[in-house]
């Protein structure tokens, strides 16, 4: 089985408003450690990281809306 088939099956059994909250928390964790000692590569980690995440979920949610209206 390949790493992005198992990482779709992992991730179609988590509901989609469970992965919001973890990358909401994610975010909110590294944002904390970036602002306790604020440097230029931790801000440029944060922006990095919550760019990411939250294009991931949202081609997700995209991938699940063009499946429900497929069908």
Same mark, same amino acid.
Do not use: A, D, K, N
């Given at each position: 089985m390949d790493a992005i088939q198992i990482v779709r099956l992992a991730l179609s059994v988590i509901s989609e408003r /469970?992965?919001?909250?973890?990358a909401l928390l994610l975010v909110f964790a590294i944002g904390?450690?970036?602002?306790?000692?604020?440097?230029?590569?931790? /801000?440029v980690s944060l922006t990095v990281f919550s760019i990411f995440t939250f294009l991931v979920l949202r081609r997700d949610r995209s991938m699940k809306n063009e499946k429900v209206s497929g069908e």
């Open positions: /469970l992965l919001t909250v973890i904390c450690w970036s602002m306790y000692e604020p440097q230029w590569e931790r /801000l």
